[in-house]
């Protein structure tokens, strides 16, 4: 099979407060890529870290790691715009012929980027690589049993299949990084953008470590990741909900249907005819189903409405250590 050469390598990390990781973390990093390059898996290197209005002194300490060094990137944004839009914003400075991007907690070992190279280099039609957690340390069990259900639902009704327990740790091509960035979503969901793309990919099994330093930002039933789940996940890549809701409809309509032959039939047949108690049940059945549709319709037109103003899904306020 053949081969592909040894490729520039860059690497993309969104952030936001990791001060007590960042030292750690590029450490280990620069110790990966120089394994890399005595390997001859790749010619070259940067990191790119987009930095999510950190509040803490993490900028300061980048700035510290990359004095005398030509290796660190970095993109500052104007304000908070989450995960999604700041590894959006880290792809477009990518100046690699292969991309990798990740968390900067610590959680995904850099050592992997190893494995995922020689994977990448030995098949010339492979395009993505994915990771895929076998284990998760730190993690709870109601977590664990949490996204398994998430990533249930998302390959039942997705558009598209989505690797399971695949998370934000992957190695792109240049050529599924260009098509990536094509998206001008408001809201973007990588792990189905990347999915949808297509192309050959490959899966590579690792053991997640637990947070080097730090708590979570995460929290699992957090506003963050049911919004995510919600509004990026389920809206961008399914239109099972609406469907939902006009089933919901069809069986609130037999329901009905049902309830006035045995009305009718109360009456004809001489029998009193149920008081409030009846007229209350229907009342609420049929208000429950309609605020059900209308609040599935709602994510879809909020989704659209977001969509229709055309605003960036990201400002940078200013770059650090890129060449021109």
């Known amino acids: 099979m053949e081969k592909k050469p040894p490729v520039f390598l860059s690497i993309v990390f969104s952030f936001r407060n990791?001060?007590?990781?960042?030292?750690?973390?590029?450490?280990?990093?620069?110790?990966?890529?120089?394994?890399?390059?005595?390997?001859?898996l790749i010619k070259g290197y940067q990191m790119v870290f987009v930095n999510d209005a950190s509040s803490d002194n993490s900028l300061a300490l980048?700035?510290?790691?990359?004095?005398?060094?030509?290796d660190i990137g970095i993109v500052n944004m104007s304000r908070t715009f989450g995960v999604a839009p700041c590894v959006m914003a880290g792809l477009a400075h990518a100046q690699g012929d292969a991309i990798v991007y990740?968390?900067?907690?610590?959680?995904?070992?850099?050592?992997?980027?190893?494995?995922?190279?020689?994977?990448?280099?030995?098949?010339?039609?492979?395009?993505?690589?994915?990771?895929?957690?076998?284990?998760?340390?730190?993690?709870?069990?109601?977590?664990?049993?949490?996204?398994?259900?998430?990533?249930?639902?998302?390959?039942?009704?997705?558009?598209?299949?989505?690797?399971?327990?695949?998370?934000?740790?992957?190695?792109?091509?240049?050529?599924a990084v260009d098509h990536v960035l094509c998206f001008k979503e408001n809201k973007p969901f990588m792990r189905g953008i990347i999915a949808w793309v297509g192309f050959k990919q490959s899966f590579i099994p690792y053991n997640r470590e637990a947070r080097f330093a730090g708590k979570s930002k995460f929290f699992v039933l957090g506003e963050k990741v049911i919004s995510n789940f919600l509004n990026a996940a389920i809206v961008n890549f399914s239109s099972v909900p609406l469907q939902i809701a006009s089933y919901c409809g069809l069986c609130a309509i037999v329901g009905d249907f049902i309830i006035v032959l045995h009305a009718f039939y109360e009456k004809f047949s001489g029998q009193a005819v149920p008081g409030w108690t009846a007229l209350m049940v229907v009342i609420l059945f049929i208000g429950g189903v309609q605020l059900f549709c209308l609040g599935m319709i709602g994510l879809y037109l909020n989704s659209v409405h977001e969509q229709t103003k055309m605003r960036p899904s990201y400002i940078v306020s200013s770059t650090y250590g890129f060449q021109s």
Not at 22 to 30: H, K, N, S
């Open 102 to 175: 990740m968390d900067a907690d610590l959680q995904d070992p850099p050592e992997l980027i190893i494995k995922m190279l020689e994977a990448y280099l030995s098949d010339i039609e492979l395009e993505v690589v994915h990771t895929v957690r076998i284990s998760r340390q730190g993690e709870s069990k109601f977590k664990l049993f949490i996204t398994k259900i998430g990533y249930g639902i998302l390959n039942r009704y997705s558009n598209v299949s989505i690797p399971a327990q695949a998370g934000d740790f992957k190695l792109l091509s240049r050529r």
């Open 18 to 40: 990791e001060a007590d990781v960042l030292r750690e973390l590029v450490g280990r990093m620069r110790a990966v890529m120089s394994e890399a390059i005595q390997k001859k």
């Open 62 to 70: 980048l700035l510290e790691l990359a004095a005398g060094k030509k």
